[in-house]
């Protein structure tokens, strides 16, 4: 009675295994007292164990050399991710999964960055998994290439339900009024999709339309900055109170574009501009009043800027305070446009033309058309040297950031 006994708690114990060692029948069998049943009983088990830890480490092994030779993984990544494809037997199912991949254009680098963020993707499904979330791409209007930089960049998007991806697309969509707008925006902001719609965005929205931001406002937030929305509250409420802070209220019709700027200025590096055009003899006042203005120009490196307000100040001869009020002529690219259109017109003016149409608005601020139409076309009989001289201009300083 006593060896039913021992050896039915042996049973049940190893019953109660999920996957038995050797080395743990080993254990049991020390541990219990002798007999020849609880033995031979000890002796199977271990011997099923061993088999059972050699098919494992088979399949290991064999997902291992698979993502080696079809994937190009070296040896310690495919290794690794190989534990967590144990459900693979066979080439059947990642080979469809490959196959698919190639089909939309996937490329083997492509591939592998995906396959290196998300290995599970071979456990997937083509037909239940990938196809539908493609398609769903593929009707908003989103190309094959387009689909392969969203995927391979934010493999959360295979990861998610058809359904879950299919509702955020439809939120997105009727948020931007417009299937083109979301697509843009989906090709800038790749991780826009991934977003929580109920923990981060919606909350973060009504914050906006408190501020009375909404319709046209609020796209144009979500187009240029979308990112904002994705923030905690807390620091939604910060940069609202900064813009507040710089004499910004609520109701102008540049907060909007003052929180975008905002959000991607920090507050150490919008103090460090502000010093930047002190030395130039700009007051406080002036640098709120010039970002009121054009709320892009801090975005810009203290050095581009330097250098912009040495061109305009020493060589194209315009007061600083002149500049403050105008600080649109910040953003304007220096090699492409203020050295070019400068020394076009200052080639004219030593001929003696442009004499009273000398002026930031009729050259600086003219479209690219209007300047060649009115400055190169109109003295090309008389001038015919100045359609190469403003063609060398601007490939010169196209290519040399540097100015004489």
């Known amino acids: 009675m006593k060896r039913l006994h021992y050896f039915s708690s042996f049973c049940q114990t190893v019953s109660s295994t999920r996957s038995l060692r050797p080395h743990d029948a080993a254990l049991l069998f020390t541990v219990l007292p002798y007999s020849a049943s609880a033995a031979a009983a000890a002796a199977a088990a271990a011997a099923a164990a061993a088999v059972a830890a050699a098919s494992i480490t088979g399949r290991h092994m064999f997902m291992a050399q698979y993502l080696v030779n079809s994937c190009g993984f070296d040896q310690e990544k495919a290794t690794e991710a190989s534990k967590l494809l144990k459900g693979i037997q066979s080439r059947q199912q990642p080979d469809s999964i490959l196959a698919f991949l190639k089909s939309y254009g996937f490329d083997d680098g492509s591939t592998k960055r995906l396959l290196l963020l998300f290995p599970k993707c071979l456990l997937l499904d083509v037909e239940k998994a990938f196809a539908p979330r493609f398609r769903a791409f593929e009707d908003l209007g989103l190309s094959p290439s387009d689909i392969v930089n969203l995927v391979r960049s934010n493999p959360s998007t295979i990861k998610m339900k058809h359904e879950r991806i299919v509702s955020k697309i439809e939120f997105w969509q009727g948020l931007l009024s417009s299937k083109d707008a979301l697509v843009k925006l989906i090709k800038t902001n790749r991780g826009i999709l991934t977003y929580s719609i109920e923990n981060k965005i919606k909350p973060n929205l009504e914050l906006l339309r408190e501020c009375g931001l909404d319709g046209p406002k609020l796209a144009s937030i979500l187009r240029n900055r979308p990112k904002i929305v994705a923030q905690n509250a807390d620091f939604l409420k910060s940069l609202i109170s900064r813009a507040e802070d710089l004499g910004v209220p609520r109701t102008s019709e540049m907060f909007h574009r003052i929180l975008c700027a905002l959000f991607t200025v920090s507050s150490e590096k919008f103090k460090m501009q502000m010093e930047l055009f002190r030395s130039f003899g700009w007051s406080e006042n002036d640098f709120v009043a010039a970002f009121h203005k054009c709320p892009t120009f801090p ?44 020394r076009i017109l200052a080639t004219l003016k030593s001929r003696g033309h442009c004499e009273s149409d000398y002026k930031v608005t009729t050259y600086i601020m003219a479209t690219e058309a209007k300047f060649v139409e009115k400055y190169i076309t109109l003295y090309k009989d008389r001038y015919p040297d100045l359609s190469e001289l403003y063609a060398d201009l601007s490939h010169c300083n196209a290519s040399d950031s540097g100015f004489q």
């Open 299 to 342: 975005l810009k490196s203290s050095m581009t800027l330097q250098r912009t307000m040495e061109f305009l100040i020493n060589e194209a001869g315009y007061a600083s305070s002149y500049i403050a009020i105008r600080p649109v002529l910040l953003i304007m690219s220096l090699e492409r446009r203020l050295i070019p259109r400068h």
